[in-house]
């Protein structure tokens, strides 16, 4: 294992094993921290915010300072490169020949991987859009795993904004990797992105249960509703033909943690909608923790809150969350002393490689200059400055049906129509298209595979509709 | 004296012996700025500015930079982690785990406070609203001191905009303290608050002479006409009975230093109402400082500033201005080091203590839910995003009349109407409220009194009119 | 050649040895940017930027930091101290007597050299308006030096925007001093200003050819057509009495170096004409570098660029843009540890001296307080807070005809009347004004010389006109 000179986008860049050793190594660098440490001397961490944030950005300048380290800062520059038209990779090239690391937050998704693919030095995401904010996961994670020793094992239940909290879905991510069971518990509207749903049960192998009556009549009235519940299948009651039974029995010994996450107003562009969301937002409170499945549940919140938590809560031995903030500077310390490899001589001790359930997929990409785009209007690759460097490039996550993934964002696109760019090995009658559902996909190498988005652009190029197109 | 892990929120979070301490260190502090001091090393300062300012910002940054301490800054963070609704008590709290001291400069009177009580690790506050700004009187105090030797038996006059000019209070205070006389001389419509005149007067024991026909006598037409006059009980010439006399006498030798501010035109509301202060504001020039009063006058100015204070008097010998801003460098110094209380073993040569002329006072607290609210609009206590953590809460200055001061901003209240929480000793009859000004005040324990703003308040919580409530 | 303790306005503020001892010692520097280098300990560089840049202001942070100094930032303080109406004379008092040298960016053309006037402290000049940045020159000049060895005789082609480019300004002035050539290639519309080419003929001594049929006809075609041409006086080629003959030659051997600029779109006022401008502007690609008189051409530029140099030359290895903003960090350096005279007695080994072509020139001075104005609306001269601190000053650049110099931002002023202050020696009646382009210019001693902008300025001041005012 050696992370020097990598980066951090997603939390799916680190192995369990890799996630393991940052935490291990925080809490070596929590005693360091009132000692006068310079593992990270003469190195410059430049602090790039294209969205306004204090906590985040003072943690991690903080985290360069304690380890004898120099800032960089460059704060709400929106305003800045940006308004001359200069695209993010030029700026990534910049800056990446004057410091040693950088740190990004930014408000388009799969920025954090723009930039880390052109610095040339190592990078990491604090936050890209509603995509991901994987030092936030470091930190949730050091949290579960000081309070209650191991992630594996526990219930964790997801609470209030799921579908702009970025740190939600890296979140979840590590703890199916880490074979957790996660109860997802969104606010009316706020639902879990249908990609990071599938993503949980396409990558991770665990079960994901979403019929709404089998959760209300497994769940009996207890606890609280939930809108999905992902089951890991490292767990020894799992019974999979009898889900209901199977979540009554999961719960019967309560949640372990609840994290619970603002709404994140300024992700939505309309107003009315927004007061509409609001209204229904749901509180965590004195009250609520009273349950006894509350009992030994850890009360976990990235901060900023508003009122999804109440403050009489602060005062509960169960509030985690100033201290999960507070750990985000030895945790940070660890990454970026690793990423930087400045731990030199210095032995990491490295824990047990912790094993992960699954894998990593190794899925085929897609990246021809065909018309197809990313559905996401923030996405990067959809950005008129980021069009001179960089094209749409997919994951095929499935064949049947075709779905695709975008390297940048992860958000999912459908296409409608296929064809195999060896037509002309036939004759030219061969240059045709199909609808992508038709049996001939299995035909075509995936070093072939040609996709459109629509018909009129599978004309433009040249090609007619074949028989295996609906409607011809 | 041990100033070790304490805040410094107001003027008087210090006495007398403790500000001598500082400005003692000071002239040390000075004298080590070009060696490579590292009194601080591996200490990290915290600098949130929810307003924008560039000198006092960097005079704490040098200072700490000096003495071989980092910094992290978040600066114009109005727009940052208010937008998204948060309190400024958990950012505090978040703030105070990550830095070992924060400076904080906010809108609201009474911020700081706040922020020393969450934070958990010493706070300066460098201005909020219009309340105080302790370390610009700690920088003039350390110039009266070195241009002057002592500020006892000093006759000051504070210049310009008395009003919202926070460091003018935070000054006023602290000449009193150390037993200066204060002539004010506000631009129309500038005056001093009353608050901030009785605190003089209740606070510091001299005698306040604010009557226009006995204080136009006194002048007799030479220097400058004066709205107030505090007159310090240290000085041997005062004659409390006959007042015109005693000032005759005291401005016989001119004034010591003029204390000229800058017209605070962005603390005001209404624009036409700021063009007509403008055209009024009072001016100093090489004219006015020809006179034989001002002979031996030093010119003082907190900058920045605009007209107020003419350019043709930046090279006379009595200017101090830039003097005064260049020493906020070795006065901060002295500050954060010993608020981080770093200087250990080096040995802190205190002076011998000079007396305060009063103590300080220990008024009781009134700190009761019962809707007296801060009648001040920025201060802390009345923002909605606070109202979650902080309490009105207020000393009792004064019984008869009654006076509260509220805890956070020092502003005033007289509240009109009374009760007594031992109602229910006696009959239900006795729950009745009184009029705040009747003999009845002196009946009622202090731990027992109610105070209501207005009747309806008392009668929403059972209370009815006794005969001691005017109109019934 | 001593730097330490000096200010670096404008490029011209370093003599040629002085500019090739800061490259020579950046190539020290570049080397020691990965150790720790200890050379400005405890030092603090106040970086003042009143214009938002992340690209330059990183880049002297940076360069402070790898030095072992420390960095105070102000960025984008426009809304700051200006919006309190103090004057930049003040707070280069201020931050002068915190910090040990200031880095200001500021949209006001000559505001650095007021502030340099007024700190007490090096000043480094990071961009004033569409004035200088001669910081950005001498990495430019290190990217020539590197690659071509010497900038003598070199052919330099300035492509893009040369009107609001201030970084072409310095360039152009740079390149003449060195000896080398230069070619104009201006978009339409954004043709270098008239008084920067002047002072090519002026102060540099080469030939200037602007006459389009003889531009033209050298061309024949070849290369791009260009709008005027320095030519060197160091070139052995030049024939001065046939210049098209001079040009082809000097052209056979194709250009040295393509500098490509962007359109400073935020420098213009009326948004159609810049889309009028946009849509004509030149754009760098690799077609035209397939042309054998780029053979040999780097491709330079200040960066950030927008659409005017094509993302396919990138990869070119003539593209030095991104080396040249590397080498930014070693030459700031380089410049920093000079002028803070830190370098002590580690020895700077000077190069041999390269003599400049001509001795920087002695123009007699104007300052009278006559009225006679810069006519640069964005001369810090002309603005309402500065003008307590600084009055209108001009180099007297020719007499015949009369040229004035702003000497805070060089733009020209061709005033119409004069006048003699010694008309007292002789009668009343010598009270008298003439045109500035009579014969009597040449016998009014400099010294004593009068220029009013228009008649009724004269007049106001109690002169009348002579016979020598046309019209009279």
């Not at 985290?63 to 800062?73: E, K, N, Y």
């Not at 979840?172 to 992105?193: C, K, N, Q, V, W």
């Not at 249960?209 to 207890?222: I, M, P, V």
């Amino acid at each position: 294992m050696n992370l020097a000179n990598r980066s951090l986008i997603t939390i799916d860049d680190l192995s369990n094993g890799e996630i393991e050793t940052i935490l291990f190594l925080a809490d070596e660098m929590a005693a360091l921290i009132n000692d006068q440490c310079e593992v990270c001397r003469g190195k410059i961490m430049a602090s790039l915010f294209f969205e306004p944030s204090t906590r985040t950005r003072l943690s991690f300048e903080t985290a360069m300072l304690r380890l004898g380290g120099h800032v960089v800062s460059a704060v709400d520059i929106g305003a800045t490169s940006l308004a001359k038209g200069e695209s993010i990779a030029d700026m990534a090239r910049v800056v990446g020949s004057y410091a040693d690391i950088v740190v990004i937050r930014h408000p388009w998704e799969g920025a954090a991987k723009v930039v880390a693919d052109y610095a040339g030095i190592p990078v990491i995401n604090a936050g890209d859009g509603s995509h991901e904010h994987p030092t936030q996961t470091l930190c949730d994670l050091y949290t579960l795993k000081k309070e209650k020793q191991t992630i594996k094992g526990l219930k964790v239940a997801l609470w209030g904004d799921l579908k702009n909290g970025r740190t939600i879905h890296s979140l979840a991510y590590a703890l199916a990797r880490f074979g957790a069971t996660i109860l997802f518990r969104p606010s009316p509207g706020l639902e879990m992105p249908e990609y990071a749903l599938r993503k949980l049960t396409t990558e991770y192998e665990g079960k994901l249960e979403r019929d709404a009556e089998t959760l209300k009549h497994a769940f009996q009235g207890r606890l609280f509703p939930v809108d999905a519940m992902y089951i890991t299948p490292s767990h020894p009651h799992q019974l999979a033909m009898m889900p209901d039974i199977s979540i009554q029995i999961e719960l019967k010994t309560g949640v372990d943690a609840l994290y619970v996450t603002r709404f994140q107003r300024e992700r939505l562009t309309a107003p009315p909608e927004a007061q509409e969301i609001k209204k229904d937002y749901l509180v965590v409170d004195r009250k609520l923790f009273k349950e006894k499945e509350f009992k030994r549940a850890l009360v976990m919140h990235p901060l900023p809150r508003v009122d999804e938590l109440a403050y009489e809560m602060d005062a509960d031995p169960r509030s985690m969350y100033f201290k999960q903030a507070a750990r985000g500077v030895p945790v940070r310390m660890a990454l970026i002393a690793l990423l930087l490899g400045t731990l030199g001589t210095k032995e990491v001790t490295i824990p047990k490689e912790n094993e992960s359930f699954v894998a990593r997929k190794d899925y085929p990409i897609y990246k021809r200059d065909s018309g197809v785009k990313c559905p996401n209007p923030i996405c990067v690759s959809n950005q008129e400055t980021e069009a001179r460097y960089i094209k749409p490039e997919f994951t095929i996550v499935s064949f049947e049906p075709l779905i695709l993934r975008c390297v940048y964002c992860e958000h999912e696109l459908y296409p409608k129509y296929i064809a195999s760019s060896d037509w002309h090995e036939g004759r030219l009658e061969n240059k045709k298209y199909h609808s992508a559902d038709s049996h001939l996909i299995r035909k075509i190498k995936p070093a072939n595979l040609i996709i459109f988005a629509a018909e009129n652009e599978a004309q433009a190029r040249g090609f007619k509709p074949s028989k295996y197109v609906t409607g011809h």
